[in-house]
């Protein structure tokens, strides 16, 4: 089925490819940044109500049966102001991107809300379908950093600062659009590729 979560408690679900859908009882009137199926068959949910985050978690979704399970404030980024925080769902990990690189992750298993930054103001994140995280963001100049761990480490890809559009097809495999011979100025773009996961390019 589908599931489709939003602003003030919006929690929808859907059997038929969502020709129609079935109100769910929500965890609370807040926006729900996301409501995770993860393979354990919980559901967490997390809800942003003014500048804090609050953490729920759920064995039986249909039920309606929700539990607190932390909470945790909001973080803006001085380089990044107008950024928005990002939901980050993996199959055991559910989690909310601060645009200053502060990470909170969701453990499915333990309910465990844990802690991680990417040292980095965030632009964009990915999650892979093997679960690597990979977030494109900038101190001074923008890089791209990936978590094969959800987010409790990063390795910085050390790409050129006019790199753009990288896209993963895995945690090795990975194209982008980048200078082939950057300098002080980028000079011509072309297609590159990795196939040892950032390494060389």
């Known amino acids: 089925g589908l599931l489709a979560a939003g602003e003030e408690g919006l929690l929808r ?27 354990n068959g919980k559901v967490i949910a997390l809800v942003r109500r003014e500048m804090q985050w609050i953490v729920f978690a759920s064995d039986d979704l249909l039920a309606g049966n929700w539990r607190k399970i932390g909470t945790f404030e909001q973080e803006g980024s001085i380089n ?12 055991k990990h559910a989690g909310i991107l601060m645009p200053n690189g502060e990470l909170r992750m969701v453990n499915g298993d333990t309910e465990a809300v844990e802690r991680g930054s990417t040292g980095i ?11 690597m995280l990979v977030v494109q963001g900038t101190i001074v100049t923008p890089s791209t950093v990936v978590s094969t761990d959800a987010g ?27 200078p082939p011979d950057p300098g002080v100025f980028p000079g011509g773009f072309a297609l590159v590729v990795t196939r040892d996961g950032g390494k060389t390019w």
């Open 13 to 39: 679900y859907s059997l038929d490819e969502g020709q129609t859908w079935q109100p769910l009882k929500p965890p609370d009137g807040g926006l729900i940044a996301t409501a995770a199926p993860l393979d």
């Open 80 to 91: 990044l102001p107008f950024q928005n925080a990002m939901a980050l769902v993996t199959r």
């Open 121 to 131: 103001s965030t632009i964009s994140a990915h999650v892979m379908p093997d679960g």
């Open 152 to 178: 409790r480490t990063w390795r910085d890809l050390k790409v050129s600062r006019s790199t753009q559009a990288i896209t993963f097809l895995d945690a090795d495999t990975a194209y982008a659009v980048a």
